[in-house]
């Protein structure tokens, strides 16, 4: 399905708001939220605060994670109707770790333009101030709240190539740096909070110096840790235990097989013949 973005049909506006001061919203932004029909906000309390500001009288919906579902009758009808929406969260882009997915994904089903403006988000000026990452990166979101299955989140990113970038709460950023000690190591990161705030701060150190700094720290958190640096060493494996490693996470055979020859540095066709030979081996032993 083609979207042509401004055929002056009904549209869905993803708006971006400011995550700390309220300059930094764009003109376009204002522009649109003074045009629209109706405005959906994740917290109306908070955007009235920013409407006020730039004197925009709108009607204002409440749209968030527990309504949003109940809301896309709302938007389609508004939609059928022609009138044009607005979305906003609380702070920095909608969809992004905030309401508005749903609403994005009904509106497209239902065949009406979605368009997302560009504008403040916490993600970019944290990596770029965290001294960490100058091309690509891995933005993961908030870890999961519980301390088992975040293990089980940062074990799948423990080889990721790229920095890693996440969302927390405060009052669990020392159990988080705890289990990224614990998985990933002492890395290198960087907790950048109050993002455009007065009060923006940026801490960088490797993670077992930070832990023990963090216990009062408060405000919207953006961590972002260093990629994996460590040269493995195969050496005390064979190439059938090696292959094993990433077969029994359930990648194909062809694929652990290129893996395995790249990490070791061998032909392709040295790893396969091992791979064959074994398959034979235990086809005579069953």
């Known amino acids: 399905m083609k979207q042509k973005s401004y055929d002056n049909t009904p549209t869905l506006y993803i708006i971006p708001t400011p ?48 309504n949003e579902e109940k809301m896309i009758t709302k938007e389609i009808e508004y939609l059928k109707k022609g009138k044009n929406i607005a979305v906003v969260s609380d702070a920095g882009t909608p969809v992004i770790s905030d309401p508005g997915y749903i609403l994005v994904n009904s509106a497209i089903k239902e065949g009406y333009n979605v368009v997302c403006l560009p504008g403040p988000t916490a993600i970019i000026p944290a990596v770029v101030m965290s001294g960490l990452a100058g091309g690509p990166f891995t933005f993961y979101g908030f870890l999961n709240s ?70 009062n720290i408060k405000g919207e958190i953006v961590l972002v840790v260093e990629e994996e640096t460590e040269t493995k060493n195969y050496d005390d494996l064979s190439i059938i235990d090696h292959l094993n490693l990433y077969i029994e996470d359930g990648i194909s055979s062809k694929e652990a097989i290129k893996k395995v020859a790249k990490e070791r540095k061998i032909p392709k066709n040295e790893v396969y013949q091992e791979y064959i030979k074994n398959e034979a081996i235990n086809k005579v032993g069953n």
Do not use: M, Q, W
């Not at 003109?27 to 917290?43: G, S």
């Not at 519980?146 to 950023?173: G, T």
């Not at 998985?183 to 455009?196: C, D, F, P, T």
């Open 19 to 66: 995550i700390g001061n309220l300059e930094d919203i764009t003109l376009r932004a204002l522009k649109t939220l003074k045009e629209v029909d109706v405005i959906f906000a994740e917290d109306t309390r908070t955007t009235n605060i920013l409407l006020k500001h730039y004197d925009i009288n709108k009607r204002l919906l409440s749209c968030h994670l527990y």
């Open 146 to 215: 519980k301390d088992s299955k975040r293990k089980k989140e940062l074990e799948l990113l423990k080889n990721n190539k790229y920095p890693l970038v996440f969302y927390e709460a405060p009052h669990r950023l020392a159990k988080t740096l705890d289990n990224i000690l614990e998985v990933l190591g002492n890395r290198k990161i960087a907790i950048i909070r109050e993002i455009s705030k007065k009060y923006e701060e940026v801490i960088r150190d490797n993670v077992e110096n930070i832990i023990n700094t963090v216990e």
